[in-house]
């Protein structure tokens, strides 16, 4: 039996007993809880939630209740102590919760994460000043650029990058608000920015910066010392004056669930957001989101220590 013949038969089997976690039939929703199906987001990952909530409760009568979670740490917070059945979090988060380290918002195992499917890249963006001379972070030997407080997520990520650059530069440890200031005044070179894009920030300062790429010998390197960064472009005309598509590299926003969640209800989520994507029905970011026919791995862009959900590996993952 083929494995798209698998498929169909695991979402006619499912679908079912999906319906009824979904809607909480007797008071137990997929966690067992108060009856409902909730759905954590964070903070760069609304729009794109709003749509695919708003898809499956059309399109299966579901009861799928939409969470903002604050932030991505936050969301997956919510996984782990069972008040969420979904959240949508970076690949960045994802990592951290599954080792219980990494930034200063987690500090516990996450063990029970599980892996729905790879949703889109959000852009690690490099904002310098905009009498900076050069094109990518190898070009800015002896500058100073801002990598973010210690142990923020920020940080976590431009670290990963710092280090593995041969580039020469002094590192500050502001906020993004104070670094943008300090670009602005001249007394810093440049600046990590991390979220969907636009980030607001770095929006407000434009045109009056510079976007800088991170070189694809520098990408690969940080790709083999990590298992989080993806390979990805900021697209050309996200801020004022960049005009550009700018190689960079990507953490890649995840749907997640955990461990207990009811299989036929994750499969039949997994099904219907591929099947959109296919449709061209999702507008935010719909067009990154795999195919619904595709024969790639649907791990790409999840960690390898992010175990898949069942109910999701039946759907996207084919031999």
């Known amino acids: 039996m083929s494995r798209e013949?698998?498929?169909?038969?695991?979402?006619?089997?499912?679908?079912?007993?999906?319906?009824?976690?979904?809607?909480?039939?007797?008071?137990?929703?997929?966690?067992?809880?108060?009856?409902?199906?909730?759905?954590?987001?964070?903070?760069s990952n609304e729009q794109l939630s709003k749509e695919l909530v708003s898809i499956i409760n059309t399109r299966d009568s579901k009861e799928i209740e939409l969470r903002k979670g604050g932030t991505a740490?936050?969301?997956?917070?919510?996984?782990?102590?069972?008040?969420?059945?979904?959240?949508?979090?970076?690949?960045?988060?994802?990592?951290?919760?599954?080792?219980?380290?990494?930034?200063?918002a987690i500090?516990?195992?996450?063990?029970?994460?599980?892996?729905?499917?790879?949703?889109?890249?959000?852009?690690?963006?490099?904002v310098a000043r905009p009498d900076i001379e050069g094109e990518t972070l190898?070009?800015?030997?002896g500058a100073t650029v801002n990598a973010g407080p210690p142990s923020s997520r920020l940080a976590a990520n431009a670290n990963q990058i710092v280090n593995n650059s041969q580039t020469d530069?002094?590192?500050?440890?502001?906020?993004?608000?104070?670094?943008?200031?300090?670009?602005?005044?001249?007394?810093?070179?440049?600046t990590f920015a991390i979220g969907d894009w636009p980030i607001q920030a770095v929006q407000e300062a434009a045109p009056d910066i510079e976007i800088l790429g991170v070189s694809d010998k520098l990408q690969r390197k940080v790709i083999g010392s990590t298992n989080w960064f993806v390979q990805t472009q900021l697209p050309a005309g996200v801020y004022e004056g960049s005009d550009e598509m700018t190689p960079t590299l990507g953490i890649m926003s995840l749907l997640v669930t955990?461990?207990?969640?009811?299989?036929?209800?994750?499969?039949?989520?997994?099904?219907?957001?591929?099947?959109?994507?296919?449709?061209?029905?999702?507008?935010?970011?719909?067009?990154?989101?795999?195919?619904?026919?595709?024969?790639?791995?649907?791990?790409?862009?999840?960690?390898?220590?992010?175990?898949?959900?069942?109910g999701a590996e039946q759907i996207i993952i084919y031999d």
């Open 169 to 190: 530069f002094d590192t500050a440890n502001v906020p993004l608000s104070e670094a943008m200031a300090k670009l602005g005044d001249g007394s810093l070179d440049a």
């Open 5 to 43: 013949s698998t498929r169909r038969q695991f979402l006619a089997a499912g679908g079912a007993a999906g319906a009824v976690a979904l809607a909480g039939c007797g008071g137990n929703g997929i966690g067992g809880g108060s009856g409902s199906t909730n759905w954590y987001y964070g903070e």
């Open 73 to 104: 740490p936050d969301a997956a917070k919510r996984l782990h102590n069972g008040s969420g059945e979904f959240a949508v979090i970076g690949s960045d988060i994802a990592s951290f919760a599954m080792k219980g380290a990494g930034v200063d």
């Open 258 to 310: 955990r461990e207990g969640a009811d299989e036929g209800t994750v499969a039949v989520v997994t099904d219907r957001i591929l099947e959109s994507a296919e449709n061209g029905d999702i507008k935010t970011r719909g067009s990154y989101i795999p195919k619904k026919e595709s024969k790639d791995d649907g791990r790409v862009g999840i960690p390898q220590t992010v175990d898949m959900h069942d």
């Open 107 to 126: 500090s516990t195992k996450y063990e029970t994460m599980r892996a729905v499917m790879s949703l889109y890249p959000m852009p690690v963006t490099l």
């Open 138 to 141: 190898g070009d800015l030997s």
